[in-house]
Each structure stands twice: as C-alpha cells, then as structure tokens.
C-alpha cells in the first residue's frame, strides 16, 4: 500500500537507532546507563495519585468538554495569574493530551500549505515534524553556541518572510537548558509584532530554573505581546506526571477555538481522570516541586564539573532544564571518529552509556545527556565516558 506523502516526508527520529542498540545490549545483561530520558525520574506526588483515583470511585470516568474540564481551565487560568500575573478566561485554554498535542493541535490549526514557522537550532526533535504534517515549512534560525544557543531579533528580522506565520521560542530549551532574559524576549517581541507573526512560546521547563535565574514569559512582558502569543505549557516536568498526558494552550481567543474544534474530532477530551489528578497538581501543595527542582540543581552542580574536566568535552552550564548539550567534536576527533554520532555510537556499544546524538536537535556537534536520573548512575555514566575517550585518545 502506498502511504500518505505527510507521513513519508518525515524525518525518523535520530534516537531510536541509540535507543533500540541500549535495549538489545541490556537484555544480553550488559549493564547500560541510560542518558536519553526527557522525564523526571520522581513518582507523581501522592496527592495528585490520590485525586485521580478518587475521581474514578466517584464515577468521573465518561466524556468531558473537548477543550477539558472548567475546573482545570480555570485552575491553569489561576496558575498563570499567580505565577505570571497574566490575566485569562477560560475560554481562552484548551486543555490537550499533553504539550506535545497542544502544539500538534495548535500548528494544524493556523498553517496553510507552504506557511512557514521560525525555529530556533538547536531545537526540540517534534518542533520541524509538527509543522510539516501541518503542510507548514519548517525555517531554521541557528542559536550560535556562542550565543549561549540563542537566536538574536536581528537573524530573526532576517529570516523573517511574507509566508512567516509563527516563530517557535522554547525556554527554558530542550536540549540546552538555556533560558532568554526579559531584554532578549522584548527585542524578539518587538520584531513579531512590527512583522505580524505569532509567538509559540514553549514553556514546559518553566519550573526547573536554577542558580540566580528566572523564567519569563514573553507575554509577560506587555499586553501587545501576550496577544500575539500563544503559550505551550503542562503538568508533565513540573509535577513529573509525563505519563498523564496533559499539557495546554493559552492565547488568542479564535485560536483556541479553532484547536478546540478540531480536538472535537481527534481526541475528543483528554483523559478524564488524568485532568482531575492537573487539577490536584495546581491546586494543591507545591512542596514536591520545589523539591526535584532542588535535586536536579544539586546534581546539575556535581556533573557539570566532573563533564567539563573530560578532554574534549565542553558545556556551556544550563540554566534550566535537566539536560546537558556538550559539544564532543573535540572528543569524536581525538578517539578517531570522523563525527559524533559514530563518536555516541561507540561510547554505547564500548562504555555503555547511551546519549542523544545532537544531530536530532540541528546541532550535530553535540550529544544530550539528561541528568533525570539518579546522582549514582550520573557520575559513573560520566566516568565512564571519561575512561573511553582516555583510553582511546591518538
């Protein structure tokens, strides 16, 4: 059978070769550290656990509204009044089965054919696949590593065309960790709004901010530029609840609309118990996340200086996030690997640690390493890859 031209132009994941290389060599019982997972490695907090089931017992398990219950809508247009001072109505959310459905959503909603969205590199994998199932043109904007990995309002004025409909800004990043000031998101604003295009602002890492930091919203910033922005965010990172599948978008009133109409015809609501457990998640006690942000800190703190004392290996320090994006070429170099995925590769099948290649992300200089996982397993992975490139070194 011949498959639809949207599915046969996407671009495989270029993680699943690492992926399924680290599950074949565990289940010979080789012992594999794991560096790739994009999720807290914390259970969801109890109290979250508890109101979804008793949300079941009660009998809340049939259909709800497709843009989700008005209990959560208006406990995300609470959050973002106390966290943001951001002021919503309900009808201006839509509850989605996750982020990542909320951006789908969001991009079938507002592209045409051959309509173009700005995305900064390096860039979180689904951002460049969503727009093009969407008949959109995915346009890269490159964060310069010197740039701390992010783009200036100039190269976005530049890349800028009359097809521009979005430009994508994910901060805290994935796979950086690298956050945008308040000046830099106003003089990004400034150019959408002199040019009409729309910010999709990404904020699903807004929680886990570390040392003096601080995450800003760039609809923040103005009333001009929260019209002209719609906001991605979820419980997922926040209250480690990945599995739950909810996240949301915020914005434009006829936009959200649009998403919810369509939603009507996809997923028809998310998952009933799971929005009963986001609404314990925003409601109730915020101690849990308080306390994973203060453990990722403390262990982006031990492994960033163990990482950079390696021999071809630097790391511009994340800000937020629990990601790590070195740059290996260096490394790749100096153990005779003509790239860094062959270098990621080998550091797989010879010292068993499994990281992204950055390739995945536009940015093939690089690997990602998630340190959502625990302080042990982090500082052997690291000497371990330490050891390699040693052992290795020409």
């Known amino acids: 059978m011949k498959l639809a031209k949207r599915v046969m132009s996407l671009t495989p994941s270029s993680t699943l070769a690492i992926t399924a290389k680290a599950k074949e060599l565990k289940a010979q019982g080789h012992d594999v550290i794991g560096l790739g997972?994009?999720?807290p490695d914390f259970n969801t907090p109890q109290h979250i656990i508890d109101a979804?089931?008793?949300?079941?017992?009660?009998?809340?398990?049939?259909?709800t509204p497709s843009a989700g219950l008005p209990q959560l809508k208006q406990a995300?247009?609470?959050?973002?009044?106390?966290?943001?001072?951001?002021?919503?109505?309900?009808?201006?959310?839509?509850?989605?089965?996750?982020?990542k459905h909320a951006l789908y959503t969001l991009f079938q909603a507002i592209l045409d054919e051959g309509d173009e969205v700005m995305i900064p590199i390096p860039y979180w994998v689904s951002y460049p696949e969503q727009v093009k199932l969407a008949g959109g043109n995915p346009v890269y904007v490159e964060g310069k590593e010197e740039n701390s990995f992010k783009i200036t309002p100039e190269q976005l004025k530049e890349a800028i065309t009359d097809r521009t409909k979005a430009v994508i800004i994910n901060s805290p990043s994935n796979p950086t960790g690298m956050l945008y000031s308040k000046e830099e998101l106003e003089a990004i604003g400034n150019v959408c709004l002199e040019r009409g295009v729309l910010i999709v602002s990404d904020e699903i890492y807004e929680k886990l901010v570390y040392g003096q930091n601080k995450h800003v919203s760039i609809a923040e910033i103005s009333p001009e530029l929260k019209e002209q922005t719609i906001i991605i965010n979820g419980v997922s990172k926040s209250h480690s609840?990945?599995?739950?599948?909810?996240?949301?978008?915020?914005?434009?009133e006829e936009i959200i609309k649009a998403m919810t109409n369509l939603s009507s015809h996809s997923t028809s609501n998310p998952t009933t118990m799971a929005q009963y457990g986001a609404i314990a998640a925003y409601e109730g006690p915020q101690d849990a996340v308080e306390e994973m942000r203060q453990a990722f800190e403390e262990r982006l703190n031990i492994i960033y200086e163990k990482l950079t004392a390696i021999p071809g290996i630097s790391c511009l320090k994340p800000q937020g996030a629990f990601y790590l994006f070195p740059n290996a070429k260096e490394a790749a170099k100096m153990t005779g690997y003509s790239n860094v995925d062959d270098f990621a590769t080998a550091l797989l099948e010879e010292a068993m640690v499994a990281v992204i290649p950055g390739s995945?992300?536009?940015?093939?200089?690089?690997?990602?390493?998630?340190?959502?996982?625990?302080?042990d397993q982090l500082e052997k992975a690291v000497e371990r890859i330490h050891s390699f490139i040693e052992s290795k070194r020409k």
Not at 52 to 63: D, V
Not at 85 to 97: E, R
Not at 241 to 252: D, P
Request: net charge positive; proline share 3%; no cysteine.
């Open 37 to 39: 997972a994009g999720e």
């Open 52 to 63: 979804a089931t008793k949300s079941m017992m009660e009998g809340h398990t049939k259909y």
């Open 76 to 99: 995300i247009v609470q959050k973002l009044k106390q966290d943001q001072g951001l002021d919503y109505k309900p009808s201006q959310v839509i509850v989605a089965s996750g982020a």
């Open 241 to 252: 609840m990945t599995g739950w599948r909810i996240g949301y978008a915020v914005g434009n």
């Open 360 to 375: 995945g992300f536009g940015a093939p200089d690089n690997i990602r390493l998630s340190y959502a996982t625990s302080l």
